[in-house]
């Protein structure tokens, strides 16, 4: 593990070694300005060494992979899990406020048409991931003098994924073509039968039923399933399971055909007064290159080889980095209208992800009572302990990106001999 260094005016110079760092915080010339990744900042003035840093990103819909590597040797690596809860949170406000709407202000039409949207518009479940991307990339930026920055980009035909052998005029004739709106294609895909009984009940009114929820799942023909009404009004009531899965989702795809050119332009702009130059890779080219250095597939193998990784020593300490929702804005629990959400925002001095040591041990704050018992997880958020404020030492304050340092997994030839 490397300790990332500041100079006197904020700017990052080379990492150093930690006992360096150590030697340094002894003779009082520096002060930690963040534990994860541990961070200084010099309190003198510096020459400024710098070498060239290469930032290797495997940009995702979920996962985000980070590598800076310079020639000789892997100085940083991280992976990234973003938010997946977007859609859902939307779709729930779309509901309270039509809800509203039609509850206290009924005397007055609903408004769908009197907003325009601003040119390149993204929904913003994409316009978030977008955004942490570039948040996520500044980050790394501002604590390493990154000179070159690589971004694997990709784009996908949707409709070839699906059907290998459509080209020409197919394209434009989907596979609801010809039918007068989805249901409708639900139903003759089905063959307009039950798929859960099979016609076993008798019943002959026909429902289409939404395998994931519509919040989350939406109205595409593969979350859609043709059931009788008997059995539709078994699953709403939870007395049936059905047994089947929705289709497969191309969200991941449709992001990164959406966002690939934008996400690299918006970085250059950013960074063209540090004279740090944002270019593109591919997804080939990667898979290419990682197989014929031998590295298993993971998101900081693939970043390490858009960085141009390929006889540089590997770092053994890896960042996990999880993405949190910084505040919940609801004042009220769900339909429980009478119980309030809001809670204060700290609490005995404590605010929810803090990150805190128990028993040795670094933990989050995932929960917090007014009586002072909290409740404890791990990074993925899993409830481990409840205990005690006064156990507590707090060590790092909340934000969005919750940082974990981790045991890189590498291959047993590249550990012999790691020293990073």
């Known amino acids: 593990m490397l300790v990332c260094i500041l100079n006197k005016r904020g700017e990052p110079l080379m990492p150093c070694h930690p006992a360096k760092a150590r030697e340094l915080l002894k003779q009082g010339k520096v002060k930690t300005v963040q534990r994860t990744p541990y961070t200084i900042r010099l309190l003198y003035g ?25 020639e000789t040797k892997e100085i940083y690596s991280a992976e990234v899990k973003l938010r997946t809860d977007i859609v859902k949170l ?11 709407r039609n509850r206290k202000t009924w005397y007055r039409q609903a408004r769908f048409l009197n907003r325009k949207k601003p040119e390149g518009w993204l929904a913003p479940s994409i316009q978030h991931k977008l955004d942490s991307h570039i948040k996520i990339i500044e980050k790394i930026h501002n604590i390493l003098p990154i000179s070159k920055t690589i971004i694997e980009v990709a784009a996908f035909d949707i409709q070839k994924i699906k059907n290998p052998d459509v080209s020409g005029i197919d394209y434009q004739n989907g596979e609801q ?18 798929q859960h009984c099979k016609g076993k009940s008798k019943d002959k009114i026909l429902e289409v039923h939404h395998i994931e929820s519509r919040q989350t799942g939406g109205d595409s023909p593969g979350n859609l399933i043709t059931l009788c009404s008997t059995c539709h009004d078994k699953v709403s009531k939870g007395k049936l399971v059905l047994k089947v899965r929705p289709s ?13 050119w934008k996400l690299v332009r918006i970085l250059n702009s950013k960074f063209s007064i540090l004279n740090c130059p944002v270019s593109p890779t591919y997804g080939y080219i990667t898979k290419s290159n990682r197989i014929e250095l031998g590295l298993p597939k993971s998101h900081t193998n693939d970043a390490f080889v858009i960085a141009g990784g390929d006889v540089q020593t590997r770092t053994v300490d890896m960042h996990f980095v999880q993405q949190v929702r910084k505040c919940n804005r609801k004042l009220f629990k769900g339909d429980r209208s009478h119980i309030k959400n809001t809670a204060p925002r700290e609490v005995f001095g404590f605010r929810q992800w803090d ?16 009586r002072g018992v909290f409740a404890l ?33 590498l291959p047993a030839a590249e550990l012999r001999g790691t020293r990073a």
């Open 177 to 194: 073509t010809g039918f007068w709106n989805t249901r409708e294609y639900v139903l003759h895909r089905d063959g307009h039968t039950c």
């Open 90 to 100: 939307n779709s729930e406000r779309k509901m309270y406020r039509r809800n509203r």
């Open 46 to 70: 510096s020459s400024g060494y710098k070498q060239s840093i290469t930032l290797g990103v495997d940009s995702g819909f979920i996962n985000i992979g980070l590598s800076a590597a310079t």
């Open 355 to 370: 990150k805190v040591i128990f028993k040795k041990q670094e933990l989050f704050i995932k929960g917090r009572r007014l």
């Open 248 to 260: 497969k989702q191309f969200r991941a795809e449709t992001f990164m055909s959406m966002v690939r």
């Open 377 to 409: 997880s791990g990074i993925d958020g899993k409830l481990i302990k409840e205990t005690s404020y006064k156990n507590l030492t707090l060590i790092e304050r909340a934000g969005t990106l919750l940082t974990e340092r981790r045991k890189a997994l």
